[in-house]
């Protein structure tokens, strides 16, 4: 991999959730309590407000999100703006939640799409701009206070009948991949990914209105004949090869000239293109023999693990299309432009280039002017990647290897300890390390007292998530004090050996946020700002954004 010096760098960005609880819903629709044999990946994204530089309510402001098991967590954060209760977590009971969310912002609201393995949700919010917050100034921070739009959700409209639908489908295989999408009339178009191979497409009525959702199921032409072979004793078997090929490993829904059309990137390297009019296959493309890099040496066997991104770019009534190819080897992206030309989809290639490693990209985007890439290495390092890009020059003759930076990081987290010393005071010098250091996210400090809850009682009853600032801050203390005196009530001590109890049960402490607040900072996604160009990474508990750098003289 080539490389070169450093031009942004990552600041991150811990969140804390002092000055309000987080939000806990169960969303309960009665489903019954199941234990399917998958395991669906964890998720998250991002969603910027649309004309964000025109309006100071929303400018750098944006919500993200990461999905988990049965649980949807929520955040909205702004650069001008205190938010006040901009946290909710949803628990969809019984039912894991497929990825990816939606988020998708319309005049009046803000809409949350969300599909599990059982059914799926629209969840309604308002606009920052068609609300009436209120809005004070905060002397201590220095910036206005408003409310988020997660200040009053509810799981009542979620659980309404009019935002939520459960599905069945006949094919044996679970749904594991989701886009969505709002069509022109504002109704909710779902495509999920089967394990069999087939698309599940659910169109739900538009927002407030109470009618019938439809359901249909796109299969690839090889399926249809799969199919036909079992209905018919004399034509030859299909090949157990075959039922697995045509398996999707991502989708995307995309609107060439007002027809919505779902491309799904399957397990056998092609394309495949459905009509969301009349649910047929529109075209097959295999990127293979049409896209790669010359001289190329790739494996026709099938492969999971390829993604797709859109990429809409000014000035283009189309969007990219963005293609990651993964494979053991000669991994690659592959930019093409889908369009619509007398009633076909044509392909037409735009770029191609060679990624900085292998395997291991767990995000990845592109703009008009940089690849922006997230990237787990061999020794299991996530580190952030980028590479600018010129449309015109870098043509599928030009492919070869790229010059890949490295986005630097701010602020290490230290995995130090205070110093020991006969002159500073054990639990100051922690709480202090703690606190006041920004080091460490309210969660990972919450995960690290829970371990002593059993051991002091009920002054342990209240619940982790609903832990302010300064009451976590007591918790943290009487947890650590209780913790001394069990130890030393035991037997006598010296005056030393009581200091050396203090500093190790307080070390010992410490060494826990450490290895959550490094579990918390596992990246899951990388965003970008479309007015800005402003760039960051979406982790466990936090988010960090990506700044240019300043030049090193």
Not at 508 to 523: A, F, H, I, P, W
Request: charged letters at 15%.
């Amino acid at each position: 991999m080539a490389t070169t010096s450093c031009a942004y760098q990552e600041i991150n960005c811990i969140r804390n959730t002092s000055d309000a609880a987080r939000k806990e819903l169960n969303i309960d629709i009665g489903l019954p309590q199941t234990f399917p044999d998958v395991s669906l990946s964890e998720s998250a994204g991002s969603h910027f407000y649309e004309n964000g530089s025109k309006h100071g309510l929303t400018r750098n402001r944006l919500i993200y999100w990461r999905t988990y098991q049965t649980f949807l967590e929520l955040h909205e954060i702004s650069l001008n703006h205190n938010l006040v209760g901009n946290s909710v977590r949803y628990n969809f009971l019984n039912s894991d939640i497929v990825p990816a969310v939606t988020v998708i912002e319309t005049r009046s609201r803000v809409i949350v799409l969300v599909a599990t393995l059982h059914a799926v949700f629209r969840i309604v919010l308002p606009h920052p701009l068609r609300a009436v917050p209120a809005e004070y100034f905060d002397d201590e921070s220095n910036l206005h206070t408003t409310v988020s739009i997660f200040s009053d959700v509810s799981g009542v409209d979620v659980t309404a009948v009019k935002n939520h639908h459960v599905y069945n489908r006949d094919g044996p295989g679970l749904t594991h991949r989701c886009t969505s999408h709002i069509t022109s009339d504002d109704s909710v178009i779902f495509s999920l990914s089967t394990a069999d191979g087939c698309i599940l497409v659910l169109k739900m009525p538009p927002c407030g209105i109470q009618g019938i959702v439809t359901q249909h199921e796109l299969r690839p032409t090889s399926m249809m004949k799969r199919i036909w072979t079992g209905l018919i004793p004399w034509m030859p078997a299909a090949t157990s090869e075959a039922a697995v090929s045509d398996r999707v490993s991502d989708l995307v829904i995309v609107t060439l000239d007002n027809h919505n059309c779902v491309i799904a990137i399957c397990h056998d390297h092609k394309l495949r293109v459905y009509s969301l009019r009349n649910f047929q296959q529109l075209a097959i493309v295999n990127v293979l023999d049409e896209f790669v890099c010359n001289g190329g040496n790739f494996t026709s066997t099938p492969t999971p693990g390829h993604l797709l991104r859109l990429t809409p770019t000014v000035g283009k009534t189309c969007p990219l299309l963005a293609i990651y190819l993964n494979f053991v080897e000669n991994s690659q992206f592959i930019i093409v432009q889908p369009q619509w030309e007398t009633n076909k989809i044509q392909m037409q290639l735009v770029c191609s280039l060679l990624p900085p490693f292998s395997c291991g990209l767990v995000d990845f985007l592109i703009n008009s002017s940089h690849v922006w890439s997230l990237w787990v290495t061999v020794e299991g390092v996530t580190t952030t990647l980028f590479t600018t890009i010129d449309w015109q020059y870098y043509t599928i003759s030009k492919c070869g290897e790229r010059n890949w930076n490295t986005a630097s990081v701010t602020d290490p987290l230290s995995t130090e300890p205070p110093a020991l010393s006969p002159n500073i005071d054990p639990r100051q010098a922690f709480l202090d390390r703690i606190f006041n250091t920004n080091l460490f996210s309210s969660e990972s400090i919450r995960k690290a007292v829970s371990i002593y809850r059993p051991a002091v009682g009920s002054s342990m009853s209240v619940p982790g998530d609903c832990f302010g600032g300064e009451t976590l801050r007591e918790e943290v203390i009487t947890a650590i004090e209780r913790e001394i005196q069990n130890t030393a009530s035991s037997y006598e001590m010296e005056e030393t050996e009581y200091y050396q109890l203090q500093w190790d049960c307080w070390a010992q402490l410490y060494s826990r946020c450490v290895q959550y607040q490094e579990q918390g900072n596992k990246s899951l996604s990388v965003f970008l700002n479309p007015s800005s160009g402003m760039g960051g990474v979406v982790k466990i508990d936090s988010i960090s954004f990506l700044l240019p750098a300043e030049p090193v003289r």
